[in-house]
């Protein structure tokens, strides 16, 4: 066993953001632990880039009028206080990435240039090319190596959290490399574990890894989870596997059009047209697939995305890696052709419950959210594109500074022996498991309940439904033995922990999403068209106990903007 002040797990840019801040104190020793090699993180898939109000190419842009645009694509269910403290401090963590060294793509004159993204008034997102992930997680991870106080737990699994109900004492790991169960204790420890969008198996942006096991651990260690019934889907997958097309192929200039040739856009948002907010766009083309106006048939319906106006010099320029992926996984080139594109599960804006925006803390002492794993919130009821990856910056920082400083005034708990072996129990029991079932049919029902019962549209019955088949499916998860009974690289057995992960995860979704009765940002109820300020105007926190779930609202925090009718 091993002990260190700050435990952070995760190595995307939420968890290396974090441990640089926490390792500036060179007496404080800190663990990095990832279930995959940090840089294959799915940050390093992000493409279009991160907004901060450097106003660069408009002046009169701000902090004030980000946190407005956020506000309103929230549709003003983000907590408006912590909306602006991450707009006022974006500026200064981009600058420090600059510094860092991520090549940012730039003006003429040198500065960093800025694109237009959905639901911004100015051109305000930062990025490289349509590489800004890649960019950013590996400059972060170099950081990060650079300083001596930091250990990296590389293919390490979180299994478990360790504490005495108040207070966090460490974590349990399994080491994926040889089958060793480790264990770590910790002063304080850093969830940054990202989203869990994976639970729509089907049809998702996200990596495979994105299973959401920080966020489960936290729900059965008994911390709340805050509005999970917000998914976002984004507009642009390529339509035979719901691979991310990047929102800046729009915000450089990208038309929608349907199967007769219109920007149907212009039906649903006159002024902002494509680049309206994501769920205004996912729903519009969704109609325009259901009244017969999209191309292709069933599940594999379509409309087009078109790049051709751009010219191949720009498109080489600022989209390359959009256009490699439309040519490998859809077989069209966007210089020449129109590419097919339909919706994808792209983002969880819920997450764990984070209690105090500017410490990052959770509702137990020592133990901290931050990233896609953590709902702060600042995405309300929709992200607006660009906004995570400030978020992860910003967060990160201050959760840093404040995990390490905790971490410095307190002393280590002693772990029980019981929680010493807690890991080795639930590894040995996994592995004599005997039952018929199969991980693959279970994972597969599960994307098929997820899409078509808790998708973009649901209501009272589809949900019903969903919860009750997610519990079954739960019950089956019990009955999945083993296959590969080796200690080496076992992916089976990890597969099998993360599918038990998606399936709580998807049906707290789907009991969060039952409860809302109107329709608000990416949560959109067929039979509750539309929102609902006098009864919903609140999150909601879903607790689980034992194999029931509870769900409770808090107030949201409104300081500067009255909610009014988010129109574009
Ligand atoms: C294709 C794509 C494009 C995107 N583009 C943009 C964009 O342009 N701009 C923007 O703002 N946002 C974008 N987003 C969203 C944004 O990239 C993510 O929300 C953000 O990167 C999440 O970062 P994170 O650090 O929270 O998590 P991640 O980067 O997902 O990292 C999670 C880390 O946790 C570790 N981990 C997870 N489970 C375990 C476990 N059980 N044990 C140990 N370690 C574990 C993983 O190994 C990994 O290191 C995009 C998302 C996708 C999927």
Redesign the pocket.
């Known amino acids: 066993m091993k002990d260190y002040h700050v435990v952070v ?8 953001r974090t441990a640089i801040e926490c390792a500036r104190d060179e007496r404080v020793r800190v663990a990095v ?4 090699y ?1 840089t ?12 901060a109000a450097l106003g660069n190419t408009v002046p009169e842009d701000n902090p004030e009028v980000h946190a407005f645009d956020t506000i309103k694509g929230s549709d003003f269910l983000a907590d408006q206080d912590a909306v602006q403290f991450m707009c006022k401090h974006a500026p200064e963590v981009v600058y420090e990435l600059d510094r860092w060294g991520v090549p940012f793509s730039r003006l003429n004159d040198g500065r960093i240039a800025q694109r237009p993204f959905g639901g911004a008034s100015f051109p305000r ?1 930062v ?1 490289s090319a349509d590489r ?2 890649h960019v950013l ?1 590996h400059t972060l991870f170099e950081q990060a190596l650079a300083r001596d106080n930091i250990d990296f737990f590389n293919e ?4 478990d959290l360790l504490h005495d109900g108040q207070r966090v004492k460490g974590v349990c ?1 399994y080491d994926i490399k040889n089958g060793e169960v480790v264990n770590l204790r910790a002063k304080a420890v850093v969830l ?4 869990f ?1 994976r639970i729509y198996w089907q049809r998702s ?3 495979i ?6 966020v489960a ?1 936290a729900l059965r260690n008994g911390l709340p989870l805050k509005d999970m019934e917000f998914i976002q889907f984004h507009p642009t997958g390529l339509a035979k596997t719901g ?2 097309l ?3 192929c729009r915000g450089e200039g990208g038309y929608l059009i349907n199967k007769l040739g219109e920007r149907f856009m212009a039906r649903y948002a006159p002024e902002k047209m494509e680049l309206a907010p994501r769920d205004m766009v996912s729903r519009a083309i969704e109609y325009e697939i259901r009244e017969g106006r999209g191309l292709g048939e069933g599940t594999s319906a379509y409309v087009l995305l078109d790049l051709r106006h751009l010219g191949e010099a720009k498109i080489r320029e600022r989209l390359p890696q959009v256009r490699q992926l439309a040519i490998d996984f859809e077989g069209v080139d966007p210089v020449y052709d129109p590419v097919p594109i339909r919706p994808t599960a ?2 969880c804006m819920g997450g764990v419950h984070v209690e105090n925006y500017m410490t990052s803390s959770t509702l137990m002492e020592g133990l901290y959210a ?5 709902c702060v919130s600042v995405h309300g009821a929709n992200r607006l ?8 910056l910003v967060f ?1 920082k201050f959760c840093g500074m404040s995990a390490r400083e905790y971490a410095k005034q307190v002393d280590f708990l002693t772990l029980s022996p019981g929680e010493e072996r807690k890991g080795q129990e639930l590894i040995e029991g996994l592995m004599k498991r005997e039952g018929r079932e199969k991980l693959a049919e279970v994972r597969r029902r599960m994307g098929e309940i997820t899409w078509e019962k808790m998708g973009i549209f649901r209501d009272e019955k589809s949900l019903w439904e969903a919860y009750q088949e997610l519990t079954e499916l739960l019950q089956r998860w019990e009955n999945i033995p083993v296959v590969d009974k080796s200690r080496v690289f076992n992916t089976n057995l990890v597969e099998l ?2 599918l038990r ?1 998606m399936l709580e995860l998807a049906r707290a979704v789907a009991y969060s999403a039952l409860h809302r009765k109107e329709s608000r940002g990416g949560h959109y109820r067929e039979d509750y068209q539309e929102r609902d300020d006098e009864n919903f105007l609140k999150h909601s926190l879903l607790w689980q106990e034992g194999d029931s779930l509870r769900i409770e609202y808090i107030p949201v925090r409104i300081t500067s903007y009255q909610p009014a009718e988010r129109k574009y």
Do not use: M, W
Request: charged fraction near 10%.
């Open positions: 797990i995760g190595a995307g840019g939420a968890g290396l632990v990832s279930k995959v940090p294959r993180s799915h940050t390093g898939a992000a493409q279009g880039g991160l907004n997102t990025f800004t992930g997680l390490f699994f979180l299994l790991l940054a574990t990202g989203g969008a942006t996200n990596a890894g994105n299973t959401g096991d920080g651990v691979i991310l990047s929102e800046a792209h983002y931050v990233g896609e794993c953590a594109g660009g906004n995570s990856l400030i978020e992860l990160g922990l993360e992960n």
